[in-house]
């Protein structure tokens, strides 16, 4: 069993709507969870970048951690054609733990339609 | 600021050949960080520098794979000799060592690797 499991689409949604996308993990161990987006050819950009449970604003972006049942969610508030491109989340252990190794999902492709 | 910068682009060898890939961190970031993503699977680990020094290499295949980080600047990956399944792409990644914390993962743009 994969330590992070998220669903690889593609998903493919109109201009305008709200994105839901999901990430589920096993590690109890994971502490900061982080959402990566990635263009073609290019390497993952940082998004969001979370430590508590609860959420996290910024923009049309809100990060979602809900440690007790170990799911974070990202949702994309008024999708534009330019949000297209694979979502990837990210999590890893404290430094204390010695895992500042990233453990990723395998990455949403998310299209948005004009 | 200049982010992380990762040489070449894109390489293709036969399998059997050396191929060896660079990469510069962000200026100033002595954590360094080497991962892989094969086709069709997520983005995995492979190792993580301080400096110039291994901290954590649990996530290098097997012993083809060597990585050094000269002067704790730049990070070179070689691999030696080369197998069809180490084709992908391979990304390296940079941050800060902050008050007790680490920050935020850079990541360049990756190399792509396809082994023939």
């Known amino acids: 069993q994969k330590e992070v499991e998220q669903d690889p689409g593609p998903l493919s949604v109109p201009e305008g709507a709200i994105v839901s996308l999901n990430c589920t993990y096993s590690n109890s161990a994971f502490q900061y969870f982080m959402w990566y987006r990635q263009y073609s050819r290019k390497g993952p950009e940082l998004l969001m970048y979370?430590?508590?449970?609860g959420n996290k604003e910024d923009g049309r972006f809100t990060a979602q951690v809900d440690k007790s049942s170990k799911y974070i969610s990202l949702f994309i508030r008024d999708s534009q054609p330019s949000d297209s491109a694979t979502y990837l989340c990210a999590m890893r252990g404290t430094p204390i733990q010695g895992a500042q190794k990233l453990v990723f999902g395998q990455g949403t492709r998310l299209t948005i339609n004009p | 600021e200049a982010g992380v910068t990762q040489f070449p682009s894109h390489s293709v060898i036969e399998k059997g050949q050396t191929v060896t890939l660079r990469c510069d961190p962000i200026?100033?970031?002595?954590?360094l960080y080497w991962y892989r993503r094969v086709m069709g699977k997520e983005i995995k680990f492979l190792l993580h520098f301080v400096k110039e020094s291994k901290q954590d290499e649990s996530g290098m295949p097997n012993n083809r794979f060597l990585a050094e980080r000269t002067g704790g600047t730049y990070s070179t990956l070689k691999v030696q000799p080369a197998e069809l399944e180490d084709s992908g792409v391979y990304f390296c990644?940079?941050?800060?060592?902050?008050?007790?914390?680490?920050?935020?993962?850079?990541f360049g743009p990756g190399t792509r690797l396809t082994v023939l």
């Open positions: 990644a940079s941050s800060q060592e902050l008050a007790g914390y680490t920050d935020t993962q850079y």
């Open positions: 979370t430590y508590s449970s």
């Open positions: 200026s100033g970031h002595d954590n």
